[in-house]
């Protein structure tokens, strides 16, 4: 049962255009989200988060919108540039049996055209 | 920055072999995690540790197990290897702020083939 989902594998988007990344979850217990970026034969990089008491929150060229009703999250990447093709992680936080655990989405792969 | 360093980018070795997979972190976190990535499953945690000496089971642990006897180490091993633990792993660190929030670091990951 994935508690967290990207449905879309992979994105293709114009250099300066936005890209807009989707993820949608199914547990009300979720509170703090996460947005991490991940290179090949690298670590995923962690880029921004946002709290279930929020709805947007902003850093530089990112950002991520919250749709608590919806339990829906979205990233925005503004504009878009080479360095930001990747794949894109989105992660929820929830507290269990008390200890704070993250569950991941399967990833989008984003690859921004020259 | 966080410096979070898995002994090995890759590995290779036989089933039925005991595999270790070590992982430092430099930032004295009290959190450690061991995650495996596979094609179309995303990230999947297989244990974390909250403190010196303790674990706690992820999501998937059957297969593994975990050593921490002290906070900048966390060790996980592959009790008997099998062909479906072939694998990317993936190591990360966080602070314990209460229910601060904080973000996990990660490690470059080990990419371990099992013959």
């Known amino acids: 049962d994935q508690q967290v989902k990207q449905n879309s594998p992979s994105l293709s988007v114009q250099e300066g255009r936005i890209s807009i990344l989707n993820c949608d979850y199914t547990?009300?217990?979720?509170?703090?989200f996460l947005w991490y970026k991940k290179y090949p034969a690298e670590g995923p990089t962690f880029l921004i988060s946002i709290s279930s008491i929020k709805d947007k929150n902003e850093d530089g060229r990112f950002t991520v919108f919250l749709n608590k009703s919806a339990k829906h999250l979205s990233l925005h990447i503004v504009p878009s540039q080479p360095g930001d093709s990747a794949v894109y992680f989105c992660a929820a936080s929830a507290w269990d049996r008390g200890n704070e655990k993250l569950t991941f989405g399967t990833g989008t792969r984003l690859t921004i055209i020259p | 920055d966080v410096k979070v360093t898995q002994s090995s980018r890759y590995l290779v070795k036989r089933t039925g072999e005991k595999v270790f997979l070590e992982c430092v972190q430099d930032m004295d976190h009290e959190n450690m995690f061991w995650y495996r990535q596979d094609p179309g499953l995303g990230l999947r945690l297989i244990y974390f540790?909250?403190?010196?000496?303790?674990?706690e089971k992820g999501d998937i642990p059957e297969g593994y197990s975990v050593s921490r006897e002290k906070k900048e180490r966390f060790s996980l091993i592959l009790e008997s290897a099998s062909t479906n633990q072939t694998s990317m792993y993936l190591c990360?660190?966080?602070?314990?702020?209460?229910?601060?929030?904080?973000?996990?670091?990660f490690g470059d990951g080990t990419r371990l083939s099992i013959l």
């Open positions: 990360a660190s966080s602070l314990s702020l209460g229910r601060g929030n904080q973000p996990q670091h």
């Open positions: 540790s909250y403190d010196v000496k303790m674990k």
């Open positions: 547990n009300s217990m979720f509170d703090y």
